[in-house]
């Protein structure tokens, strides 16, 4: 009976981790933690900051060099974390998040994965407590001492999973809850995050590259993902499914992180395959509607009271994607806006704060009666595919190429 001692461990650690403890008020406001945010729903409650941006743009506080790639920030106190490619080597970066200034580096030898666009790290570092969490493009599963980069422990993905490299490679952001590490890449697995030892893996499937999302249903842990097959919902404590609906999308792109409030599962995919939203109900995954209003590509839609704010469209097609404020609810398109291309956003003290394709930061109504821009300033040349970060009145934003600027907002008055 002893092999029941670790079961029984999983199990109550995944019931209890997801209630994740909330930073404080303090702590909150100079840090986001991980991928979307420490809510994980890409909103920042910051709010002392003034929308009179200046005529001649906002102040560029410093800007370094990280290499090629996607990976957004992810920042705590003064370090600042991301990601980039150079020279064939994957380089995790600790920066000072005040100069700019490198205060250490890891880095390994890792392909770009370049297939039709720049290539380059995707996922974006995850923070807990005084560890980091990374996965590189080939699937370098490493945790690292924050404060120094020590290398802890590392797991490949291929090797562990028993899969192959992923078409665009691995993007999947590290998901922290308690004592377990959530992941995907052609499965989705629960590992120790003290050592790295996988608890338990779901059968493979066609890779995804949106991380998962855990969320509690009638009071069990559970995690959902959408891969380049569906939306699946499997349980925290043993990776067993609970449902699955099909939901392939033209080119196996399927790229962004499930929204879930409650009982209900938002996902969108592009290449006109459109968004749906599922209600998780005796067990299985009821379609309430799908349409093609939301066609997300590879940047989540935000979801801000009943309303979502995304891009609709394609990268291919970056002039006619257009900003997006959807129904939670029925589906239904409240408004549209083109110009900034394939971009991204984040919502700040209930404003969205938008980086362009092109590198224009801005400032908007969020607000189902339709679009008000309120202020805007360009921050960087080049393609802009990453969302930014807002921690202290400073934005963090970078490119393709591995610009990563930080510019102030003016203080509130």
């Given at each position: ?185 052609g499965r989705v697995a629960a590992l120790n995050k003290r050592d790295g030892k996988v608890i338990w893996k779901t059968p493979p499937h066609q890779a995804g590259y949106g991380s998962v999302t855990p969320f509690r249903w009638q009071g069990e842990p559970l995690i959902a993902s959408l891969d380049c097959e569906g939306l699946r919902v499997v349980r ?178």
């Amino acid at each position: 009976m002893r092999w029941l001692i670790p079961v029984l461990l999983t199990m109550l650690a995944a019931d209890i981790v997801l209630a994740q403890a909330v930073p404080t008020a303090e702590a909150a406001a100079r840090s986001w933690s991980q991928w979307l945010g420490n809510g994980r729903d890409g909103i920042t409650r910051e709010s002392g900051w003034s929308e009179n941006w200046p005529a001649d743009g906002l102040e560029k506080r410093w800007q370094a060099a990280i290499g090629t790639g996607f990976s957004s920030m992810s920042l705590s106190g003064d370090r600042l974390y991301t990601m980039g490619n150079v020279d064939g080597r994957e380089h995790v970066w600790c920066l000072d998040a005040q100069t700019g200034k490198v205060v250490w580096k890891h880095d390994y030898e890792c392909e770009l994965v370049d297939n039709l666009y720049e290539g380059g790290p995707g996922a974006t570092p995850t923070i807990d407590g005084d560890r980091l969490y990374t996965l590189g493009k080939e699937g370098q599963l490493l945790c690292m001492q924050r404060h120094n980069g020590e290398l802890l422990w590392r797991v490949d993905l291929q090797e562990a999973f028993d899969v192959e490299l992923p078409e665009w490679g691995f993007n999947a952001s590290p998901v922290i809850h308690g004592e377990q590490l959530f992941i995907q890449g052609g499965r989705v697995a629960a590992l120790n995050k003290r050592d790295g030892k996988v608890i338990w893996k779901t059968p493979p499937h066609q890779a995804g590259y949106g991380s998962v999302t855990p969320f509690r249903w009638q009071g069990e842990p559970l995690i959902a993902s959408l891969d380049c097959e569906g939306l699946r919902v499997v349980r925290a404590a043993d990776g067993k499914e609970v449902d699955m609906v099909q939901w392939p999308s033209p080119f196996r792109t399927n790229s962004t992180t499930p929204i879930v409030r409650e009982d209900k599962i938002f996902i969108s995919s592009g290449y006109n395959k459109g968004c749906g939203l599922f209600q998780l109900k005796d067990g299985k995954l009821e379609e309430l509607y799908a349409n093609r209003e939301m066609r997300n590509h590879f940047n989540n839609s935000i979801l801000l009271g009943d309303e979502l704010y995304g891009f609709d469209g394609n990268s291919n097609l970056g002039r006619v994607v257009r900003l997006t404020c959807l129904d939670f609810a029925t589906g239904e398109s409240r408004w549209q806006q083109s110009g900034f291309g394939c971009g991204s956003l984040i919502v700040a003290n209930n404003r969205l704060l938008v980086l362009s394709e092109g590198g224009e930061l801005v400032l908007a109504e969020a607000s189902p009666r339709g679009y008000r821009e309120i202020a805007r300033s360009r921050v960087l040349t080049g393609r802009c595919w990453t969302i930014p970060i807002l921690v202290q009145r400073n934005v963090y934003a970078r490119n393709a190429d591995g610009d990563l600027v930080c510019v102030q907002l003016p203080a509130k008055e």
